[in-house]
């Protein structure tokens, strides 16, 4: 039981970050049909640049000034960069982006170097809010839940009550037919891809402490992100939570199982020789398939249901 | 008002206008005929500003060929795709609102004008519009491009596909947006209303203009509707 309620609320924490990163990338997909492989390099220069600020002045001042940052550089990178390269058509923009995440990461090993760096939550949330039956739950958590779930309503609210999140709804089906009816559409492509960096910045921010912020950090959540949005179905948001918290959750319950084929096995008590075919493939434990299981999913899904979750059209 | 002169676009490799040569007056319904596939859409596109134009298109006298979508809109143009392009997502009310250019426009339309005379968009105001049927889509689509009140709209086989109590209030419609003194350019496959409604009338044939002139000149000549036209 404990073991449950614990991994629950964990997957939902990792789930909601996950959601940060995946609902700007589904986003910018959905209006421009470009994959952003630089998506996951704005997380981790939101990591880094938070890190930067919170030296400077502290951990709050860096909450909002990092995010804005990024957001910055990315919408200038959207206004001077893609969009130039936008009329040569979406393999230009891909190998663009491509690019785009390789000179971020090489920028930030000249800046910060190699190393890890000590980027640690602040002291006034590192303190223990809630004993879970033995298990002690960090507040640092419930904090990156409840920056999440803040960020999820705001988001929410602007895209259903703005005319601004109007525009972005129409132009994610039919941006031509927003811009014929008089809509700066390559102005409201800049603000959703400035806006998507600064959530993935917000992501890299509450994100890089709780985690670790090196420079393999955008590597590691980035083919997750991917994951995510196809699983969802590209350019829904909906699809995006959806598929963050079950990937999470996928991941963290994945954790506590220590089952292997062997166990399997001797349930229905069959012995496996001395010296079996493969002897590693049968010891392999659930808890060790936990980084594949997401990539089994989206396979599974692009085989089953290509258009994802919630998408309207095939990705 | 709208002149355009020796105007060229291409599809990747096939050039599909070759140099078609139009205008219209302030005031004039012209109707674009054609078989599918002469460019008539694409003779819409490329004014709008939707597919790359080569050539002059003068609109009240300044060369606004190359624009983008948006600044041709703001220009006074507005343009009803054949393909309506509703967003499915939206409630009717909403793609209403997105016609307009800005929150606070106030035009020739109102939305009480639009629910008076299409009195299912106001029962399904609320409803996401990729639920309508498809003759309530054109309607909104055709409603939605006149909130943005142009003085120009050019629209896209309004009736094809429709009902024939539909095809009716479109007409309804057409005239409605010429007593308002907006000039339109109508691509209309149904001979009897391009005939019915339009002052003057253009033909095309590869990419071409081929015959210009009044519903009764095209009358007269029986041979451009054989040559042009018949299937």
Known sequence: ?315 | MLEVKNLNAYYGRSHILQGVNLEIQEGEIVSLLGRNGVGRSTTCKAIMGLVVPQGTVKYQGEDIAGLPAHAIAHKGIGYVPEDRWIFPALTVLQNLQLGQKNAKQKGRWSFEDMYEMFPILYERSNLRAGLLSGGEQQMLTMCRTLMGDPDLVMIDEPTEGLAPNNVALVKNLISEIAARKISVLLVEQKLTIALKIANRLYVMGHGQIVFEGTPQEFQDNPEVRKEWLEV
Do not use: C
């Open chain 1, 1 to 315: 039981m404990e073991f449950y309620v614990i991994s629950l609320l964990n997957s939902l924490v990792f789930g909601m970050l996950l959601f940060m990163l995946s609902s700007g990338l589904t986003l910018i997909f959905g209006m421009m049909g470009v994959l952003n492989f630089a998506h996951a390099s704005f997380y981790m220069l939101g990591a880094y640049l938070g890190y930067q600020v919170s030296v400077f002045i502290g951990f709050w001042p860096a909450l909002v000034i990092a995010p804005i940052l990024v957001g910055i550089i990315g919408a200038g990178i959207e206004r001077y960069g893609l969009r130039t390269v936008h009329k040569y058509g979406h393999v230009a923009e891909l190998l663009f982006t491509f690019g785009l995440a390789f000179m971020i990461e090489e920028l930030i090993l000249l800046i910060w170097g190699r190393v890890a760096l000590n980027y640690q939550v602040p002291a006034s949330l590192d303190f223990t809010i809630f004993k879970l039956f033995e298990s002690d739950f960090p507040a640092y958590r419930v904090f990156m839940l409840v920056v999440s779930v803040t960020m999820f309503v705001a988001l929410y609210l602007m895209l259903t009550r703005t005319r601004t999140g109007i525009i972005i709804q129409a132009a994610l089906t039919h941006a031509e037919g927003v811009g014929m009816l008089g809509h700066n559409v390559p102005r409201v492509f800049m603000i959703v891809f400035g806006g998507g960096s600064a959530l993935a910045g917000l992501a890299g921010v509450i994100g890089g402490n709780y985690l670790v912020t090196s420079p393999s950090m955008a590597i590691l959540l980035g083919p997750i992100v991917f994951v995510v949005i196809v699983v969802g179905g590209m350019g829904s948001l909906t699809g995006a939570l959806i598929a963050s918290l079950l990937i999470a959750a996928l991941q963290t319950f994945a954790v506590g199982y220590d089952y292997s084929l062997v166990d399997l096995l001797t349930l229905f008590n069959i012995e496996l020789g001395s010296e079996p075919l493969f002897p590693d493939l049968w010891r392999i434990k659930i808890e060790n398939t936990g980084p594949l299981l997401p990539y089994l999913l989206m396979v599974v899904m692009l085989i089953f249901r290509p258009k994802g979750i919630m998408g309207e059209r095939e990705s």
